[in-house]
C-alpha cells in the first residue's frame, strides 16, 4: 500500500476522518459474536456476513474473507520476533486473509484484535472502491476512519447493553470535571508541597516510550546515576588491533544499525 505523505492519495485519504455510514442492529450484533468467536470457520462465517451488510449499505462490490487455522506469518531476528503480518487485503481479487493462531505460542487470536485486523483490510477495500483512493495509504485519516467504523460496529443503543469491549472503551463522562476534582484533592492533602522536586536531570529526561514510533528502533536512554558524584572507577586500557576485530554480541546502536521492520495489519 502507498505510503508517500507526498502524494495526491495521500492527501485525499488524510482528509476523510470517518464514514457516512451508520450500521444497523444487525451489523453489532454480528460483530459481537464475532468478538466471541474462536474458530478460524466460525469467524470466517461470522466475519463474511458483516462485510457483506457493510459493503451493501455503502453500495460497493463485496470483500471476500479467508480465514486460515494457522499461525501468524512472521519472521524471527537473534531468536526474538521481529516481524508478524495480522492479514492483508488483496487488491486484485478484493480477498482478505487473515489467519487465527497467534506467531509464536499458536494461540488463538484475540476477538477484539481479530475485528481491528478485518476492519483495517476492509478499509482497504473501502478505500479503493467507494473513496477511489488506488494506493489505499496509512494515512492518519486513514487510521480515523478505522477508530471511526469500529466505534460505530461496536456502539449499543436503546435498551442494548453494552458488551465488555465496549465498556473498556468508554470515557468517563465528564473528564475535565475529573480532573479538576483530582487537582482539588491533592491540594486538600498538600501533596504537592511534599512531593519532592525532581532534579533538573530528571526533568530535562525524556520519558521512554512503551512502543518504538513506525520504522524506528527502541532505543533505551540509561537514567542518570544516583552516585554521580563518587569516584569514577579507572578507565579500561585500549583495545589492541586484534581485540578490535572481534564482533560483539550486542549490535550498536547508532545511526547506521539496522531498523527493526514496521509491524503492520498488511501481511
Known amino acids: 500500500m502507498g505510503r508517500r505523505r507526498d502524494t495526491p492519495d495521500f492527501t485525499r485519504s488524510n482528509k476523510i476522518p470517518a464514514l457516512e455510514y451508520q450500521p444497523a442492529s444487525r451489523e453489532r450484533e454480528l460483530t459481537g459474536k464475532l468478538i466471541a468467536s474462536t474458530s478460524a470457520k466460525e469467524r470466517e462465517a461470522l466475519g463474511q456476513k458483516l462485510l457483506d451488510n457493510i459493503c451493501r449499505s455503502l453500495k460497493i462490490s463485496p470483500a471476500h474473507l479467508r480465514v486460515f487455522a494457522e499461525r501468524q506469518p512472521h519472521k524471527l531476528r537473534g531468536g526474538k520476533l521481529a516481524y508478524k503480518l495480522y492479514g492483508v487485503y488483496r487488491c486484485d481479487s478484493a480477498v482478505i486473509e487473515i489467519a487465527n493462531l497467534?506467531?509464536?505460542?499458536k494461540q488463538v487470536v484475540a476477538g477484539k484484535t481479530f475485528l481491528d485486523?478485518?476492519?483495517?483490510?476492509?478499509?482497504h477495500h473501502i478505500?479503493?472502491?467507494l473513496l477511489r483512493i488506488p494506493s489505499t495509504p496509512h494515512s492518519p485519516g486513514f487510521y480515523a476512519r478505522i477508530e471511526d467504523?469500529?466505534?460505530k460496529l461496536m456502539r449499543m443503543k436503546g435498551a442494548e447493553r453494552?458488551?465488555?469491549?465496549e465498556a473498556a472503551w468508554q470515557k468517563p463522562e465528564n473528564l475535565t470535571r475529573a480532573f479538576e476534582m483530582a487537582a482539588a484533592d491533592a491540594k486538600s492533602r498538600n501533596d504537592y508541597q511534599n512531593r519532592e522536586q525532581p532534579s533538573g536531570a530528571a526533568r530535562s529526561e525524556a520519558r521512554d516510550p512503551?512502543?518504538?514510533l513506525p520504522g524506528?528502533?527502541?532505543?533505551?536512554?540509561?537514567p542518570p546515576s544516583r552516585d554521580a558524584g563518587a569516584k569514577k572507577p579507572p578507565t579500561k586500557p585500549p583495545r589492541t588491533q586484534g581485540e578490535e576485530n572481534?564482533?560483539?554480541n550486542h549490535p550498536p546502536k547508532d545511526a547506521s544499525a539496522e531498523k527493526e521492520p514496521q509491524l503492520s495489519f498488511d501481511f
Open 102 to 105: 497467534t506467531s509464536i505460542r
Open 117 to 123: 485486523t478485518l476492519i483495517h483490510e476492509l478499509m
Open 127 to 129: 478505500d479503493r472502491k
Open 149 to 151: 467504523l469500529k466505534t
Open 162 to 165: 453494552a458488551s465488555p469491549q
Open 210 to 212: 512503551s512502543w518504538p
Open 216 to 222: 524506528e528502533s527502541r532505543v533505551s536512554a540509561s
Open 246 to 248: 572481534v564482533s560483539s
